[in-house]
């Protein structure tokens, strides 16, 4: 059964840092591309970077300030935000997508306040 969780949201003050992680089961992300998308409220979700074997991609509103990375071991994706800006506030989704199905975990919430 696949699974994704996400972990690590949270309120933090403009400037901060924090560092999510979507918890992949049910398949290996050695084969599988993950990305991680947002939603603030009254707007619609949006890519904010992905990650497929070594390649990695950003949305160009989070470049130089958030990175993705793997860890194949917990078969693990994480998404590593600094400099963090009021307009990152959204819920943090992760994604794949496995033989035509999209896969969601649950949302994490990041608030940062100005």
């Known amino acids: 059964q696949v699974q994704l969780e996400e972990s690590g949201g949270g309120l933090v003050q403009a400037g901060g840092s924090l560092r999510l992680a979507c918890a992949a089961s049910?398949?290996?992300?050695?084969?599988?591309?993950l990305g991680w998308f947002r939603q603030a409220p009254g707007k619609e979700r949006e890519a904010v970077a992905c990650?497929?074997?070594?390649?990695?991609r950003y949305a160009d509103a989070v470049k130089g300030r958030f990175t993705i990375s793997r860890d194949r071991r917990k078969n693990t994706v994480y998404l590593q935000m600094n400099s963090l800006k009021p307009e990152d506030t959204a819920v943090y989704y992760c994604?794949?997508?496995?033989?035509?199905?999209?896969?969601w975990g649950q949302g994490t919430q990041v608030t940062v306040s100005s």
């Open positions: 994604n794949t997508v496995l033989l035509g199905a999209a896969y």
């Open positions: 990650i497929s074997g070594s390649d990695t």
């Open positions: 049910g398949f290996s992300l050695d084969y599988y591309a």
